[in-house]
């Protein structure tokens, strides 16, 4: 993803993408200095770009539009992973009160 002087190496083969997704949630899930918010969002949308890229350049090749079709996929659902977390984030640090819980009925 990211070489040692900040810089993005493209991903280019299905396992370029297979293990940049796990390094992306691997960033993503990371407390340290280096693993800025900027830093994350920035390997976030480069990932995105290539395998875009990638899927484009693959589209006539049904195997592997099915293989990144699938990263893509896995991507999405870390995305909402991530959209999810925040919310939680978002509603942790509201001031508004929380909304009562309905008791369930006794049949």
């Known amino acids: 993803m990211f070489d040692k002087r900040g810089q993005w190496i493209r991903l280019e ?3 370029d ?3 940049g997704l796990s390094d992306l949630i691997d960033l ?3 407390t340290s200095k280096t693993a800025t918010k900027t830093a994350k969002e920035s ?3 480069h990932f995105k770009e290539d395998l875009e890229a990638a899927a484009l350049r693959w589209i006539d090749n049904r195997a592997r539009s099915k293989k990144y079709a699938a990263i893509g996929k896995e991507l999405a659902e870390f995305e909402e992973v991530l959209k999810a977390g925040s919310n939680i984030i978002l509603e942790a640090d509201s ?3 929380a ?3 309905k008791a369930k009925k006794k049949v």
Do not use: I, V
Request: aromatic letters at 16%; hydrophobic letters at 50%; proline letters at 11%.
């Open 13 to 15: 083969t299905f396992d």
């Open 17 to 19: 993408f297979d293990n």
């Open 28 to 30: 993503w899930s990371s």
């Open 43 to 45: 390997a976030l949308a």
């Open 95 to 97: 001031n508004a009160p």
């Open 99 to 101: 909304a009562p819980a």
